[in-house]
Nanobody, 123 residues
């Protein structure tokens, strides 16, 4: 059974940094792309970043390019999202997700999701 557990969220001042972790179990981690998504109050969920399984290709939403870095450690079954230069508009619940046919694009309808971790950027 796929299990994803996010951690690392918290309250940070604008310009600060956080590193989110997504610990995975229940599947062969190295073969799966992992995506980070976020949902702010009153807004739709949006894709933030994704890392592929095969060559580790990375993808970023325009709003976070140059500030966020995604990486994976296949030995630890964990994906990280390093978030720098945080802005108030980055405030959201952040989720990691994966699926059998997820390749960092396409429908998110059949993905497995973690419980989310809250990130609040405020002075």
């Amino acid at each position: 059974q796929v299990q994803l557990v996010e951690s690392g969220g918290g309250l940070v001042q604008p310009g600060g940094s956080l590193r989110l972790s997504c610990a995975a179990s229940g599947f062969t981690f190295e073969y799966y792309a992992i995506g980070w998504f976020r949902q702010a109050p009153g807004k739709e969920r949006e894709g933030v970043s994704c890392i592929s399984s095969r060559d580790g290709s990375t993808y970023y939403a325009d709003s976070v390019k140059g500030r966020f870095t995604i990486s994976r450690d296949n030995a630890k079954n964990t994906v990280y999202l390093q978030m720098n230069s945080l802005k108030p508009e980055d405030t959201a619940v952040y989720y990691c997700a994966t699926g059998d046919y997820y390749y960092c694009s396409g429908s998110t309808d059949d993905l497995s999701w973690g419980q989310g971790t809250q990130v609040t950027v405020s002075s």
